[in-house]
């Protein structure tokens, strides 16, 4: 993730079991024109021995299910913004 949005809060997050996809958006500009990009971090988010929350990238074959819907509803919820379609749905 770039560093200027390490910072900023995700404007979406999409959560499932323990799989959560983080969304942020930063406007660009080329040749002369602005456009809204997107990035997006899909972890998996857990408490460890001691109670502490920890986030990996390393999946169970259990959690692929829910791999999948997170990152299906992160590309229809970017695809719709940068198409001009907003969702609707700006709450994280």
């Not at 949005?5 to 979406?12: E, F, L, S, T």
């Not at 259990?62 to 919820?77: C, G, P, Q, Y």
Request: no cysteine; aromatic share 8%; hydrophobic share 25%.
């Amino acid at each position: 993730m770039p560093d200027n949005q390490r910072n900023n809060a995700p404007i979406k997050t999409i959560r499932a079991g323990q799989i959560e996809a983080a969304i942020w958006s930063q406007q660009k500009e080329q040749d002369g024109r602005t456009f809204v990009q997107h990035s997006t971090r899909v972890q998996k988010r857990y408490k460890d021995k001691d109670g502490n929350w920890k986030s990996t990238d390393y999946y169970w074959p259990s959690d692929l299910a829910n791999l999948e819907l997170v990152t299906r509803k992160a590309i229809e919820f970017t695809r719709l913004r940068e198409s001009g379609h907003d969702d609707g749905d700006s709450s994280s």
